[in-house]
T-cell receptor, first 114, second 110 residues
Framework: EAGVAQSPRYKIIEKRQSVAFWCNPISGHATLYWYQQILGQGPKLLIQFQNNGVVDDSQLPKDRFSAERLKGVDSTLKIQPAKLEDSAVYLC????????????FGSGTRLTVV | QKEVEQNSGPLSVPEGAIASLNCTYSDRGSQSFFWYRQYSGKSPELIMSIYSNGDKEDGRFTAQLNKASQYVSLLIRDSQPSDSATYLCAVNIYGQNFVFGPGTRLSVLP
């Protein structure tokens, strides 16, 4: 099966600019996650979708981050305006259903804010 | 606040030795436990999952879980240079999300 697709792979922006990342999960996977991984740290969950509904966005900095999954398939994560501390790898993951299941990560988008 | 702790390393072992990676977690309600391997510049890759106390073996990998002591470990037998990576421990409570540890960097020396 095809894996989780993400784009772009790399992005460099200046602080206060906006940026968007795209994710297409594995076909049939209802649950989609966006994680932020800062260099040297483990991934931190930003938001979880179940189909097109938000299950958990408690760690999403809502003053600058937004995410949507309009048709329950692909998803977009946006940052506006970006700060230097947003420099990280943004990982998308999906799983067949919610629960105690390991999930598959995409290749990630490496964001550098200068 | 659920926490997952790991030694950051680096843990260095000679080729052919057993590498032992440890992880402790704070939430006694945790129900499932995972080990991910992450090569430099790559995304995490699931290598083991364990749900009940005891050992689970898969090839050269053995996951060990002790819920009473709140720790989970990963043993890698006959370590190879290709095993050099960061190993992430992830813990899940059913219906909630995974919490990842900071990862342990493993270096297998030829």
């Amino acid at each position: 099966e095809a894996g989780v697709a993400q784009s772009p792979r790399y992005k460099i922006i200046e602080k206060r600019q906006s940026v968007a990342f795209w994710c297409n999960p594995i076909s049939g996977h209802a649950t989609l996650y966006w994680y932020q991984q800062i260099l040297g740290q483990g991934p931190k969950l930003l938001i979880q979708f179940q189909n097109n509904g938000v299950v958990d966005d408690s760690q999403l900095p809502k003053d600058r981050f937004s995410a949507e999954r309009l048709k329950g398939v692909d998803s977009t994560l946006k940052i506006q305006p970006a700060k230097l501390e947003d420099s990280a790898v943004y990982l998308c993951a999906s799983s067949f259903r919610e629960g105690n299941y390991g999930y598959t990560f995409g290749s990630g988008t490496r964001l550098t804010v200068v | 606040q659920k926490e997952v702790e790991q030694n950051s390393g680096p843990l260095s072992v000679p080729e052919g030795a057993i590498a032992s990676l440890n992880c402790t977690y704070s939430d006694r309600g945790s129900q499932s436990f995972f080990w991910y391997r992450q090569y430099s510049g790559k995304s995490p890759e699931l290598i083991m999952s364990i749900y009940s106390n005891g050992d689970k073996e898969d090839g050269r990998f053995t996951a060990q879980l002790n819920k009473a002591s709140q720790y989970v470990s990963l043993l890698i037998r006959d370590s190879q240079p290709s095993d050099s990576a960061t190993y992430l421990c992830a813990v899940n409570i059913y219906g909630q999300n995974f919490v990842f540890g900071p990862g342990t960097r493993l270096s297998v020396l030829p």
